[in-house]
């Protein structure tokens, strides 16, 4: 089942990290797209624009009417579980015949708290009466060079110990997502990771380099508890029957630092 092509496809978070990436895609599909954003316009002109606020339910029934498909990219750190429990109990009464949904490797399986919210949101998109498909991505690249970027100010390099990383290219998995949005409901589709497996002072490197800074010290740190546990266990990877993005690691830094 597809929606009507003259349907407008909602889009949460299409300002965002992914948004960005995907409103272009969607729109050079031919497909009319409206954008909901907490605090007005701020999509490119020529969008569609609707003000709503996931987390106190208003606006959302007027973004989602009309709407057969919504893609779902709207997330933070926290309140993602309650935000996409207030977009499906719009989405339902709108007649929405497709919900696409973003979510994280490991949802299932990293006892953290943020990770939690995630399946939470999860489970809410699968048990919601909606046809629905929902995919796991890996750590964008965007959100890695941020977090060595941090890193990397400190006299010493923090490794946590067993800790690896899958980083993946934001524009490969908006590529993904539009795929999915224009097909039929998939239900839990395969992962979407990166080319390569890295630990911290592998990611570093390339960056000090292109940055002309010298290596740091490195300060093997340990992350306590139940979630330490699951990073060893490399609980926030899919090794095995995931997708995988062409771009690697080192081709995203030279483009962006280069």
Not at 29 to 58: F, I, K, N, Q, W
């Amino acid at each position: 089942m597809t929606s009507s092509i003259t349907s407008p496809i909602l889009v949460t978070g299409g300002t965002g990290t992914l948004g960005r990436h995907v409103v272009p895609l969607l729109r050079a599909a031919g497909r009319e797209v409206r954008v909901l954003s907490r605090s007005g316009p701020t999509a490119p002109d020529g969008l569609e624009h609707v003000t709503g606020d996931l987390l106190t339910g208003e606006g959302i029934d007027a973004a989602v009417r009309g709407a057969e498909t919504v893609l779902h990219l709207a997330g933070g750190q926290k309140g993602d579980d309650e935000a996409t429990r207030t977009l499906l109990r719009a989405a339902g009464p709108a007649g929405v015949r497709h919900l696409v949904h973003i979510s994280v490797i490991g949802a299932d399986r990293v006892p953290l708290a943020w990770m939690r919210t995630k399946l939470d949101a999860e489970r809410a998109v699968a048990g919601s009466g909606i046809p629905w498909t929902t995919l796991r991505a890996a750590q964008f690249h965007d959100l890695t060079l941020t977090m060595v970027e941090k890193m990397t100010r400190l006299p010493v390099l923090p490794c946590p110990g067993g800790l690896r990383l899958q980083p993946v290219d934001s524009r490969e998995v908006a590529a993904r997502l539009v795929e999915l949005t224009l097909g039929a409901p998939a239900g839990q589709v395969p992962d979407l990771a990166g080319p390569r497996l890295y630990d911290i002072p592998a990611l570093a490197r390339p960056y000090l380099e292109l940055r002309g800074r010298r290596p740091r010290p490195k300060l093997p740190v340990r992350i306590p508890g139940k979630a330490g546990r699951a990073y060893r266990a490399g609980d926030n990877l899919t090794l095995e029957g995931a997708e995988t993005g062409k771009r690697t690691w080192e081709e995203f830094l030279a483009e962006r630092l280069g």
